[in-house]
């Protein structure tokens, strides 16, 4: 399975960006790159995915290297709520089998402060 | 409003007593999976559905089963609960589309304990 390696832990300042990276140098061409948030004592929300191109959504942006080798989701403007841990995960497009699986890693603790 | 459901959100029960964790989807989903979260050990996949009647193990399926019977639901089936399975376990769907839907959408949890 392609993995991704993302930072144990980062802090933001409230009202401010927050810009969390993503390594995921084995990727293959068929790999859609999936983040997702887990708030204390909740289930993992899905934020945003994306294949080649950048994309926006209301949650948040996602932008990819050319090479697709890494991304980057961004939070516009944190918010003591953004406070989460982060999951940068690789998802085939090839559904079968155990292909289209969700593999959790460690993520980013992502700390907001006021 | 689109959701999974899980039922129960709180159980307590002893060694060997056979319990169901109940899942339940409203958005027509095809893909539905299990997944257990521990101090340490992060989100690991129990079991996972692709379609009704089909099933298969997950990284950690031992002392688990599931069914499909039906596009809506997928129970957990703990036969003979033992107090290693005490954990924080979530469902969730989604589609194989490449839209919107193609994320999962998860259930708030089930916080089991074995004693």
């Known amino acids: 399975d392609a993995k991704t390696t993302q930072p144990n832990s980062m802090e933001s300042n409230e009202e401010e960006p927050v810009h969390l990276p993503c390594n995921h140098s084995?990727?293959?061409?068929?790999?859609?790159i999936h983040w997702y948030r887990q708030l204390p004592s909740q289930g993992p929300e899905y934020v945003i995915h994306?294949?080649?191109s950048n994309v926006n959504n209301r949650m948040a942006s996602l932008a990819i290297a050319e090479d697709r080798k890494s991304s980057t989701l961004i939070l516009h403007r944190a918010t003591l709520r953004d406070a989460a841990v982060y999951y940068c995960i690789l998802r085939s497009l090839n559904y079968g089998g155990s292909q289209g699986n969700l593999i959790f890693g460690k993520g980013t603790k992502l700390s907001v402060k006021p | 409003e689109a959701q999974v459901t899980q039922n129960p959100r709180y159980l307590i029960t002893v060694t060997g007593k056979k319990l169901t964790v109940t899942c339940s989807q409203n958005m027509n989903h095809e893909y539905m999976s299990w997944y257990r979260q521990d101090p340490g050990l992060g989100l690991r996949q129990i079991y996972y559905?692709?379609?009704?009647?089909?099933?298969d193990k997950g990284d950690v399926p031992e002392g688990y089963k599931v069914s499909r019977k039906e596009k809506r639901n997928f129970p957990l089936i703990l036969e003979s609960p033992s107090p290693n399975q005490t954990s924080l376990y979530f469902c969730a769907s989604s589609s194989p589309s490449t839209g919107t839907a193609y994320g999962y959408t998860f259930g708030s949890g089930t916080r089991l304990t074995v004693v």
């Open positions: 559905s692709m379609n009704v009647e089909v099933t």
């Open positions: 084995t990727i293959s061409g068929t790999d859609y």
């Open positions: 994306g294949l080649t």
